[in-house]
Nanobody, 116 residues
Framework: QVQLVESGGGLVQAGGSLRLSCAAS????????LGWYRRAPGKQRELVAA???????NYADSVKGRFTVSRGNAKNTVYLQMNSLKPEDTAVYYC??????????WGQGTQVTVSS
């Protein structure tokens, strides 16, 4: 079992920045990858960015060059630095962890709202 707690969402003007944090607890040594997903109103959940235990990263095309995913030194935290935010980035952002068995765990989500 892995528990995930996100923080750092909020309201920001277009062009601004936010940093999301996610702390994992429980069976953290079974985690293969950590990532961020988002669900905008009326849309399906989509992958924003992910980072593997080996440090490889993957980004949605819509956020490349603006968002950066990273892991903390303790390896049980993951961050999403979001720069040059756009109104279309408005969504609930979810932290996710995939463990060695292929099972995914999810955080409760944090709201990000970008005003124009």
């Amino acid at each position: 079992q892995v528990q995930l707690v996100e923080s750092g969402g909020g309201l920001v003007q277009a062009g601004g920045s936010l940093r999301l944090s996610c702390a994992a607890s429980g069976s953290i040594f079974s985690i293969n990858a950590l990532g961020w997903y988002r669900r905008a109103p009326g849309k399906q959940r989509e992958l924003v960015a992910a980072i593997t235990s080996g440090g490889s990263t993957n980004y949605a095309d819509s956020v490349k060059g603006r968002f950066t995913v990273s892991r903390g030194n303790a390896k049980n935290t993951v961050y999403l630095q979001m720069n040059s935010l756009k109104p279309e980035d408005t969504a609930v952002y979810y932290c996710a962890a995939r463990i060695v068995t292929g099972t995914d765990y999810w955080g409760q989500g944090t709201q990000v709202t970008v005003s124009s």
